[in-house]
């Protein structure tokens, strides 16, 4: 017990030297000094760049609020942790500490790995069937290689993100031998402290929302490269014969010929970490491989660590990891030092929110990238703590507490869908539970389906007067929508407007310059709505997808997806591959759109990377789960599922994770059924 | 002259098609215009002074003048945290052998 607790105390005493150590040392040579930065010291700021610690400025500092404390990625390695300039707009200074990516790999990685390192080791008698053996050498080396070939592959996101990259192919290439060999590190280290706890981690996977884990400066995921590693030990003759590798293979092959090198960037924004930024059959390439090794891995970790999984231990999981994403978004909110640490130490996407006023549709995401995607998370903890306080018939106050704070976090995000798919699930659950035979079961069920989309669309009603009511407007708004965005709309276009407004849509198709101007999902959709052979009183399509798109809320967003998705047949069929968005992005021109506008939709994700393929593939794939498994976990299935038709969530590599732990639970079960 | 082109491109980008390389020197009337899409580079001399370009031509005539944007008798930094690297993981690998060779003594 006392060693345990020595082990304890040595590790929080490393953590505590990784989040302090690094931003405290200032230039002690040249002896200069912080000061409170106001509008007669912002001279003193700028000229005395890379001389003062984080931590000595905001020793000076505390108590000013108008200081923004921003990462500066563009740092050279003797700056890491220093001001590394400020800039005053107007109100507020933005005040910018050097991170590199060279001290991140290692750094960052540390501090995760020693976390992980307080999830306790598995008992000596339980070792055998508990650990796994450590990773042979040849696979670190090969994973380290693949990632450090993304410096090559994807080299204008390094060169926009990192100062002195060198992309040249040299022994002295010191830049990319560094990385290489950081990568290493960090692979042997995890593989040492996280391979041997592998079969009980998946009880730990909720708080993958807390640490995020993706690097500054690099568009690379820890959690990503350790599957990764995972997956390479799972290559074995079996594996590439199965069916899955070899359809892979053949369309990884297709992807590779479809695949036009314009070498544009792609801004990965808040989805850095889990995307290609730019478009070229290296970084292609690069990411068809990953993709590919960390399905492996998860699927190898998920299957063999099935039995290890403990649901209640789990729960408590969800509702600890929710809870601190609210109160570490809080503590961000409420202090832009501490805004920046939880940055760089949880490794987020993007800064958290540094107010506590919503902004855009009322939202506030807090800590995380993306609203709807943290919302989806709180609204799982709350599910699975409603299903245990329902088998269980008891509930403790640390449970209550932590359940009413990640009901606080769910209102914040404003997140309706998962408010409303929360009650559908719970009632379709209540209801299979309590009636006695499976036919009672369905009877209630329609009642309840009747009644639940009577009310929901009562209140669309009476939340949106007017507009619900003219039908008109409901089945073509998508189709409006999509035609505002294309090029016809780069200026001011009163001919087009005035077709639009008075519904002139065949009049559209007479137009020299239609086929140029508009991608192909607008015309298809617009041929569709005003076919000939449209049969009277039966909605098109293209209505149906318009009243569809309207009743949700996501009308604006796919009829931007609209207006860019102009794919080739075999893009149509297959996608451009696992996270491709260039040739979405840039093959069409559309209205000038400021910032990165994401499709609102997974299964429109899906079209895009594996096409109607890929789409056809999840559906029949979920379709059979659900009519299979006998376990709960397609609850919270149904629910992932609802809520992703609607949100991009599972763009971010803690959600991808998430819903592979899901879907892995439930196809064991399957399995363990049927044989 | 092609010598010079190729060390200005590597420090201030490709030339851009729409701009013609011309040598302004010293001339005190003349305006470098900031270039719209164009980074703003650092540019350092031999005596550390700085200064921050916001177009090509801006950034070439100043190469062409010497300046560079590596600074002046500056450490390696990547070459040193290469060296860091080595040791660690070099530690990192024998540290069970060093550990059992102090426990059998």
């Not at chain 2, 001399?45 to 031509?57: A, F, H, K, P, R």
Request: with cysteine.
């Amino acid at each position: 017990m006392t060693r345990k607790l020595k082990l304890n105390g040595l590790k929080v005493f490393f953590l505590l030297f990784i989040i302090i150590f690094p931003f405290s040392f200032g230039n002690n040579s040249k002896n200069i000094e912080s000061k409170y930065l106001e509008f007669s010291t912002l001279s003193y700021y700028q000229t005395q760049t890379c001389d003062i610690s984080f931590f000595d400025f905001w020793r000076e500092n505390i108590g000013n609020k108008d200081v923004i404390i921003r990462a500066d990625f563009f740092s050279s390695i003797d700056c890491f942790g220093k001001v590394n300039g400020v800039d005053y707009l107007g109100e507020s200074y933005n005040v910018y500490i050097g991170t590199n990516l060279n001290i991140n790999l290692l750094l960052q990685s540390l501090f995760w790995i020693l976390i992980i390192s307080f999830i306790k080791l598995p008992r000596k008698e339980f070792s055998k069937i508990l650990s796994l053996k450590k990773t042979p050498m040849i696979n670190l080396i090969f994973i380290s290689s693949l990632f450090t070939s993304q410096i090559f592959s994807e080299s204008k996101f390094y060169t926009l993100y990192n100062k002195n990259v060198d992309t040249s192919i040299t022994v002295n290439n010191y830049f990319v031998l560094s990385i290489f060999l950081a990568l290493l590190i960090v692979l042997k280290i995890s593989d040492d402290v996280i391979t041997p706890r592998i079969k009980t981690i998946p009880n730990f996977v909720p708080y993958i929302f807390l640490f995020i884990g993706t690097y500054s400066s690099a568009n690379i995921n820890f959690y990503i490269l350790y599957f990764c590693l995972l997956g390479s030990r799972n290559i074995s003759f079996k594996t590439l014969k199965h069916r899955f590798t070899i359809f892979y293979i053949g369309l990884s092959i297709l992807w590779i010929l479809n695949q036009e090198s314009i070498n544009n960037y792609f801004d990965v924004d808040k989805i850095r970490g889990f995307v290609n930024s730019e478009n070229n059959r290296l970084s292609l390439l690069f990411w068809i491989i990953v993709f590919y090794l960390l399905i492996n891995g998860l699927v190898y970790i998920f299957d063999m660590s099935y039995s290890f999984i403990d649901f209640q231990n789990l729960r408590t999981n969800f509702l600890i990891s929710g809870s601190l994403t609210v109160i570490f978004g809080f503590i961000g909110a409420f202090s832009s030092y501490f805004n920046f640490l939880n940055f760089y130490l949880f490794g987020l996407n993007k800064n958290g929110m540094t107010s506590l006023q919503s902004v855009t549709g009322n939202t506030w995401r807090g800590f995380s990238a993306s609203a709807e995607a943290i919302g989806e998370f709180y609204g799982i903890a709350i599910l699975i703590s409603l299903y245990f306080i329902f088998k269980l018939q008891k509930v403790s106050l640390f449970q209550s507490v932590l359940i009413g704070i990640n009901f606080f976090g769910l209102i914040k995000t404003n997140d309706a869908a998962v408010l409303i798919s929360l009650i559908l699930i719970s009632v379709i659950f209540l209801i299979s539970e309590l009636s006695s035979s499976k036919k009672g079961a369905i009877k209630f069920l329609i009642l309840f389906m009747v009644i639940f989309f009577f009310v929901l669309s009562l209140a669309y009603s009476i939340l949106n007067p007017g507009i619900s009511r003219d039908y008109d407007f409901l089945t073509e708004n998508l189709l409006t929508e999509s035609l505002k965005n294309s090029s016809y709309f780069e200026s001011e276009n009163l001919f087009m407007e005035n077709l639009l407004s008075n519904s002139n849509y065949r009049d559209i198709t007479y137009l020299e310059d239609y086929e140029e101007k508009l991608s192909g999902t607008t015309r298809f959709l617009l041929q569709n709505y005003i076919s000939d052979n449209n049969i009277s009183y039966i909605p098109s399509f293209s209505s149906i997808l318009s009243l569809t798109s309207s009743l949700i809320n996501r009308t604006d967003k796919w009829g931007m997806f609209v207006a860019r998705y102009d794919p080739n047949l075999l893009e149509f069929m297959f996608g451009s591959g696992p996270l491709q968005y260039n040739n979405f992005y840039n093959s069409h021109s559309v209205k000038y759109i400021d910032g990165l506008i994401l499709p609102h939709s997974s299964v429109l994700n899906t079209l895009l990377f594996f096409g109607v393929t890929g789409v056809l593939f999840c559906l029949f794939g979920a379709l059979k789960i659900f009519l299979k498994t006998d376990s709960d976990v397609k609850y919270l299935l149904i629910f992932y599922i609802l809520n992703l038709l609607k949100s991009d969530s599972v763009l971010y590599v803690s959600t991808f994770i998430l819903l592979s732990f899901t879907v892995s639970i439930c196809m064991k079960s399957i399995r363990e059924n049927s044989a | 002259m092609d010598e010079n082109l190729n060390t200005i491109e590597k420090i201030c980008g490709t030339k851009p098609l729409d701009v013609e390389f011309t040598i302004i020197g010293n001339n005190p009337n003349f305006i470098f215009t900031p270039q719209n899409n164009y980074n703003i580079k650092t540019l350092y001399d031999i005596d550390g002074n700085i200064i921050n370009v916001s177009s090509w031509l801006e950034c070439a005539n100043y190469v062409y003048g010497g300046w560079s944007d590596v600074v002046p008798g500056t450490i390696n930094w990547e070459k040193n945290i290469f060296i860091a690297y080595v040791f660690i993981f070099s530690a990192y690998l024998v540290k069970k052998s060093f550990l059992n060779f102090f426990k059998i003594r």
